[in-house]
């Protein structure tokens, strides 16, 4: 059977590829082949411990797409035979004329003794491996988290709910440190400790040890802790055996290469997602960056581009836009940290300022703004930006990322035009983007 379009994935890579696809060329058929019958929202993982209570509230609703005349297939994908435009699978073969790989990731497990243990578990996205997942946290009291990225804040903050006693471990100084400068991630780290959490920084695992199954890690320090269960929260890898067994080219990082149009080395063949090798947007180095968001972005500008280049539509590098929350505290960032900026070379200029988000900041669902921004020396152009406080955080940031992506500076910034009201903003007085743009160009101007 032939399709003009084959998607090898059913995440949101491909998913969005799909329905991009079907609306932008709505004469051409689709498939969407996916191994599972089921998929999860992967940000939504953490949540079904806590928050929603179950695997099956996290599931991912395929109706959109088959609404649109997308086909979707159960299969498992063996083999890609470039020269032929042709794939194999467990359900037979299928032809193409354009094919996308949204073959996802898979959990990174590092080579740490005793990882094979009963009850040590990573954070997969596959239904099944999750739902025992649930069980094991269900039935466990003392539970290790290995990894203070998101995954594990989220996850740690989720199953605290549950009456649990967690420890997260992070080898960095600081948690989220992909992300945020050490003072943001901190205030991550005092809200879980204020709820029980215990957080252990600049710390490593040397081995987990227990008969068949897990009763304990010991630390490179040589302190040893009990535990009922470990979850490695320790980042994911690229999903690229199907690739690389098809001869298509890799980046630097391991991962699919891909141009701005998001083509492989095959022109007939695109890759979108956690597969596929990110670039920075500044520096053009490789990222490791893995988003559901990114995987998005980057399936539209494939689904528009499979038949004909849109030059509007193109990748120019990942910002690599964040955001979480730990009881009550949302966090978000932007393009490039302070020290990231600082390692990479750039001469910059940090404004920062604080400010309730509503007007007067005695209304009873005010909560505080802290917002940074970083901004070149010269010329004063906004390399990134990160941001603390109640739940508009979430917009700020993706504001935030927008004037990164515009290429806007601090004088445009401070020149910026703005809606305010009281019950929804910060006051148009002290609107704290604003403020920290005007910190920024004070100290430009004195340099």
């Known amino acids: 059977m032939k399709y003009d379009v084959i998607v090898i994935g059913g995440g949101p890579a491909g998913l969005i590829t799909a329905a991009t696809a079907k609306k932008t060329y709505p004469n051409k058929s689709v498939l969407v082949i996916r191994k599972e019958s089921v998929g999860m929202i992967p940000c939504g993982i953490p949540y079904i411990f806590g928050t929603l209570g179950s695997v099956e509230k996290n599931v991912m609703s395929t109706k959109g797409v088959e609404s649109l005349g997308v086909e979707l297939l159960t299969a498992e994908v063996q083999e890609i035979v470039p020269g032929e435009r042709k794939i194999r699978t467990s359900q037979g073969e299928f032809n193409y004329e354009k094919l996308v790989l949204a073959t996802g990731s898979e959990p990174f497990v590092p080579n740490i003794p005793g990882k094979d243990l009963e009850g040590v578990y990573a954070v997969s ?17 003392n539970i290790t988290i290995i990894g203070g990225g998101f995954i594990g804040v989220e996850i740690g903050d989720e199953i605290r709910k549950l009456g649990k006693r967690i420890t997260i471990i992070e080898m960095e100084d600081h948690l989220l440190p992909a992300a945020f400068d ?3 991630g901190d205030m991550a780290r005092e809200k879980l400790e204020e709820h029980g959490v215990r957080v252990l920084t600049s710390t490593r695992v040397e081995s987990i040890y227990g008969n068949g199954k897990v009763s ?6 040589g302190t040893t802790l009990d535990t009922d269960l470990v979850i490695l929260a320790t980042g994911y890898e690229p999903n690229i055996s199907l690739a690389k067994a098809a001869g298509l080219r890799l980046g630097w990082g391991g991962a699919i290469w891909t141009d701005e149009y998001m083509r492989t ?22 990222s490791k960056l893995m988003l559901a968001s990114t995987a998005t972005f980057e399936a539209r500008i494939a689904g528009a581009n499979l038949f004909e280049l849109k030059v509007l539509r193109t990748n120019k590098g990942n910002l690599g836009i964040f955001s979480t929350a730990v009881e009550g505290l949302a966090l978000g960032a932007a393009g490039c940290n302070e020290k990231t900026c600082i390692k990479e070379g750039f001469d910059i200029v940090v404004g920062t300022a604080k400010a309730p988000d509503r007007h007067p900041g005695s209304i009873s669902d005010a909560t505080t703004l ?6 070149t020396s010269e010329g004063g152009i906004l ?3 990160q941001v603390a406080g ?7 940031i993706n504001t935030i990322g927008l004037a990164i992506q515009r290429g806007m500076t601090a004088v445009e910034l401070d020149t910026l035009q703005i809606g305010t009201h009281p019950l929804l903003t910060s006051a148009p007085t002290v609107y704290p983007m604003i403020l920290a743009a005007e910190d920024a160009l004070r100290k430009i101007r004195k340099g």
Do not use: M, Q
């Open 265 to 286: 080395s095959d022109e007939n063949i695109f890759a979108v997602g956690d597969c596929v090798e990110h670039r920075c947007f500044f520096t053009r180095r490789v």
């Open 370 to 375: 802290h917002v940074k921004l970083i901004f």
């Open 383 to 385: 390399l990134g930006g």
């Open 390 to 396: 109640g739940k508009s955080v979430g917009e700020i």
């Open 216 to 221: 304990g890690l010991k630390l490179l320090n």
């Open 125 to 141: 996205k596959k239904a099944e491996y999750l739902s025992k997942l649930f069980e094991a946290v269900k039935k466990a009291e």
């Open 182 to 184: 050490p003072e943001f």
